[in-house]
C-alpha cells in the first residue's frame, strides 16, 4: 500500500530535503511508524511520549483533519495523501 506524505519545510532536514516521501500503513500511526522508521527522529517530532499527536502538529487525511477523525488511529488506504501541518501562532 502505497500513500504520499507531505513534508512541511521545518521537518524536511530529517527527510533529507525531501517534500514528499511515500509510506505504508493503514492507519496514520502505522503511518508515522513507518515515517519514522525511513527517517529516525520523525515520530518524536510529531508525537508526544503517551504516542499521541503533539498540539502543534496537524495532521490531514485526503483534506480531512485526523482530530476530526479518529485521531492518530485514522484509517488510511492506498492512494491516500497525508498532509503534516505544523500549527502557526503569531500575532
Given amino acids: 500500500m502505497s ?3 507531505r513534508i512541511p519545510t521545518p521537518l524536511r532536514r530529517v527527510t533529507n ?3 514528499k516521501v511515500q509510506v505504508n500503513g493503514d492507519s496514520v500511526g502505522a ?3 513507518d515515517l519514522d522508521s525511513q527517517f ?7 508525537c508526544d511520549e503517551q504516542g499521541e499527536l503533539r498540539n502543534f502538529v496537524n495532521i490531514y487525511v485526503n483534506g480531512e483533519d485526523v482530530r476530526f477523525l479518529d485521531g492518530i488511529n485514522s484509517a488510511t488506504a492506498e492512494g491516500d495523501e497525508i498532509s503534516i501541518v505544523p500549527a502557526v501562532a503569531g500575532g
Avoid: A, F, N
Avoid at 529516525?40 to 510529531?46: A, D, F, S, V
Fill in 17 to 19: 530535503g525531501q517534500d
Fill in 40 to 46: 529516525p527522529g520523525l515520530k518524536e517530532r510529531l
Fill in 31 to 33: 503511518i508515522i511508524g
Fill in 3 to 5: 500513500i504520499m506524505v
